[in-house]
Structures are given as structure tokens and as C-alpha cells.
């Protein structure tokens, strides 16, 4: 699906293009969402150089990522993405021409949705194919600090689990899962770092001033979220080791129980055992108290065997 923006005499379009359509020439955004083969052809109409294909998007080498040639500055960049309780990576292709942007997905990305809805809403008022993509940027920083809030307040949950939850698998499940957002969340920052820094130190002729305040203030922003990642990390493993001593601790109650309780019926089992011989000389078979005798006997070794150990403490 091809979508073209158009903003002209301060007025935005949104506009469905078909193949067979020419590009408008005041398009501010070009946005090609699962290309097919026919709309890549019509792309490439447009185009001097050859276009990135998804496996392209991928790829995690900077010279790979970013770029420039004769169609100007291509970049590649993980977009996060909420689904349930999981975070996604999507790659998202831009190519910043001189008078357009253009972006080439595979996936919906919820931020480009975002930006789209502001854009029709009139909440941005961006006028160059820099602003557009630095706006979009923008969003995409506030989303990684919103997300990583979120963690912070699963985690949070999840610490009063751990002692709480006598059943410690959802415990565990919920932490992996944190675990790999959090891994996302970061990769995204870093991946963001990257292109801004790019953007800063390749394309600082074509950016205006408020552009280039806008940039560092970005940076800044990741560079004051890094550390919460790495604090959740942190956390993550704390939490995972006090959800594993915990455990432990549990089996082990469980297992001294049995322990105790081996020990205490010892002492009956040897007297019963000893009765339970079958010798023709044992005088205690003739004995009318015999019985009585050797259950009396049995309860109170147990007896005394349990009350040692808690006189002991052990218990």
C-alpha cells in the first residue's frame, strides 16, 4: 500500500496511490506499507539507486543501517512494539530525500500510526522532510520511556510476589518476560542512539538550528533512560535469584519435614521391629501386658524424639 502526504499551503493531504498514479509533487512523506512487487517497480521509477528489500533491514552493521547515496540518506531503524505483555523489535526503512520522506515496512508500527493521527489532527507542525522524521524520533524516545515505566511497575508486582506467591511458575514466567522487553527496550535505544548520532554528525548541513536542539536533547534523553535499563536488568536478576532461593527454601522446609518425621519414628520402628522377630524364646509373648506395653514404649520414644528436637531448636 502506498500512502502519500502532501502538505501544501500549509494544509496536509493524505492521499491512497496506486500504481498507475504519479507522485504528487508538494509530497511531504511517502509511506510504503508490505510493498508488493508491482509497487517497489513503481518506486523504483523514482529512484536512482536500488531499494532496500526486508533482508537488507535486518542486517545489524552500521554501514548496513546507515548510509547515503544519490537518492540521500537511508536509515534503518528498530521500532518497538507492543503485543500483550511482549515487546517487538520492527524495522522500519527510511530513505530522507531532499523533498520527501520515505519509509518502507513490513509490519504496522503503532508510532507511525501515531504520528499519521497527529499529523491529520493538526498537533504537528512540520513543514520539511528532517522535521517530519526528527518529530517521529521524538515519539519514539517518549514511547521507550513510557515502556520503560511500564517494567518498573510490573516489577514492582512482582517483587511482592516472590514472597507472597506460593506458586513461584507465573512468577517466573512474568520476570522472563521482562527480561526479553527490557533486552528490546535497550536494543531499541541503542539502535536510536545510532541513528540520531548518525544524523548529527553526517547530515548537520541540511538541519536547521531548533533541528540540531532537538537531536541533542534526544540524546540526552537516551542517555538518561540507559541507566534505568541497566537498573532493571539488575533488578531482573536479583528478583530471579530471590524467586530461586525462595524456591529452595521452600523444598527444603519440605524435606526437613520428611527428615523430622524419619527420625522420629525410628525409635518406634526399632522396638517394633525387635517384637517382631520371630524367635521361639521371647518372654514378653507370654506377657498379658506385652502389647500395651511396646505401644506405650513406641509413642513415647516418638515422643521423646520430638520433643528433643524441639527443645533443640531443629524444628
Avoid: C
Amino acid at each position: 500500500m502506498i500512502t502519500a502526504y502532501v502538505y501544501e499551503n500549509r494544509q496536509l493531504t493524505i492521499l491512497e496511490l496506486g500504481i498507475e498514479d504519479s507522485l504528487p509533487p508538494a509530497t511531504l512523506w511517502l509511506d510504503l506499507y508490505k510493498p508488493e512487487d508491482e509497487e517497489r517497480d513503481w518506486l523504483a521509477r523514482i529512484s536512482v539507486e536500488e531499494l532496500p528489500d526486508e533482508e537488507d533491514a535486518n542486517e545489524i552493521e552500521a554501514s548496513a543501517r546507515f548510509y547515503q547515496n544519490s537518492d540521500g540518506l537511508h536509515i534503518n531503524s528498530l521500532f518497538p512494539q507492543r503485543v500483550g505483555q511482549d515487546v517487538r523489535g520492527v524495522n522500519v526503512s527510511f530513505n530522507l530525500r531532499t523533498n520527501f520522506l520515505l519509509t518502507i515496512r513490513e509490519e504496522d508500527v503503532g508510532l507511525i500510526r501515531l504520528l499519521r493521527n497527529y499529523l491529520r489532527l493538526g498537533r504537528l507542525e512540520v513543514s520539511t522532510p528532517q522535521e517530519l522524521f526528527i518529530e517521529l524520533f521524538n515519539l519514539k524516545v517518549d514511547y521507550l520511556s513510557d515502556l520503560i515505566e511500564d517494567v518498573y511497575t510490573v516489577l514492582e508486582n512482582v517483587g511482592e510476589e516472590v514472597f507472597d506467591s506460593q506458586e513461584l511458575d507465573d512468577v517466573f514466567k512474568l520476570i522472563t518476560i521482562q527480561e526479553d522487553a527490557n533486552g528490546k527496550i535497550r536494543l531499541s535505544l541503542l539502535d536510536t542512539q545510532r541513528t540520531l548520532r548518525y544524523m548529527q554528525r553526517y547530515y548537520r548541513g541540511q538541519l536547521s538550528d531548533d533541528d540540531m536542539k532537538d537531536l541533542r536533547e534526544m540524546l540526552s534523553d537516551i542517555e538518561s533512560l540507559m541507566p534505568h535499563s541497566q537498573f532493571i536488568f539488575d533488578k531482573l536478576n536479583f528478583l530471579l535469584d530471590a524467586a530461586m532461593g525462595f524456591t529452595s527454601l521452600q523444598q527444603n522446609k519440605i524435606i526437613k519435614i520428611f527428615s523430622v518425621a524419619a527420625v522420629v519414628f525410628l525409635p518406634p520402628t526399632l522396638i517394633a521391629s525387635s517384637y517382631g522377630m520371630n524367635f521361639a524364646s521371647m518372654p514378653e509373648l507370654e506377657w498379658q501386658y506385652g502389647y500395651p506395653m511396646a505401644i506405650a514404649m513406641m509413642l513415647a520414644s516418638a515422643a521423646g524424639t520430638y520433643f528433643f528436637f524441639k527443645r533443640k531448636r531443629w524444628l
